[in-house]
């Protein structure tokens, strides 16, 4: 089947500060969004790209698609979201047309993922693995904590060992028949879920980690569009 990349960009972006939702928000002159996009249509296996938009900003994010250059050899689609990254990639899913057999899903919140990372996953996914997640090794140390009252200080529950543990990017790959029960399971027991490997994870069907690429970072707090504008910059030197 072909594949599609479903990018969810309905969040507000709250962490980063006041002004625009986050996907709008301009990365060396660019909306990361469009970035995001990009990201995704660079990758020749990509054939359809699905903007998961704020549930009354679809026409905007339509007219933000139309007046950027965007490869011609994919389709582009609008869909309304929901109120949680979850409900907005679901909404995003059940919008797939049926000849798609491997999903992609991808913050637009990560505008620089390089293309190799992409086909890799794709790669993974059409070998034959039903859910691939790049990651990275870790620089700090995790603890677990028993969270507590803001301000206090919280005590540590345990230290798990830093070498089995990795930070993981998106995009995240998928069979799609995979994806779509997991989000359909998932979402009449309104669990939370912070990405989708871990929704499939959940059915008991086996995720595997590729290598993921330092440039897939999230822009998430102010210090990241710092990072991200130099990385930029070095790109166009
Ligand atoms: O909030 P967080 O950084 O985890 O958001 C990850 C991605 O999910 C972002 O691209 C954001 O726009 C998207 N999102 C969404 N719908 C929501 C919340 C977040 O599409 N309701």
Do not use: C, W
């Amino acid at each position: 089947g072909r594949t599609a990349a479903v990018i969810p960009a309905a969040g507000r972006g709250v962490r980063l500060g006041p002004g625009a939702p986050k996907a709008l928000r301009a990365l060396g002159g660019t909306p990361m969004l469009i970035h995001a996009v990009r990201a995704m249509a660079a990758s020749r296996a990509v054939s359809l790209v699905v903007v998961v938009a704020p549930q009354d900003g679809a026409p905007e994010v339509k007219n933000l698609l139309d007046a950027h250059s965007l490869p011609e050899r994919t389709d582009y689609l609008v869909v309304p979201g929901g109120d949680t990254r979850q409900q907005s990639v679901h909404a995003g899913l059940e919008a797939l047309p049926g000849t798609i057999g491997t999903v992609l899903v991808h913050d637009a919140a990560r505008p620089l993922v390089p293309v190799d990372t992409v086909d890799a996953v794709i790669a993974a996914v059409r070998d034959g693995a039903p859910a691939v997640v790049p990651a990275l090794s870790l620089a700090d140390t995790v603890k677990e904590v028993e969270p507590g009252e803001k301000g206090l200080p919280e005590p540590v529950v345990a230290t798990p060992e830093r070498a089995r543990l990795r930070a993981v990017q998106t995009p995240q790959g998928f069979d799609r028949d995979t994806l779509l029960r997991a989000h359909r399971t998932v979402a009449v027991s309104g669990d939370g879920a912070t990405d989708d490997a871990g929704m499939v994870e959940r059915l008991g069907t086996p995720v595997v980690v590729v290598p993921g690429h330092e440039e897939a970072f999230k822009v998430t707090r102010p210090i990241d569009l710092v990072l991200a504008e130099a990385v930029l910059a070095r790109r166009r030197a």
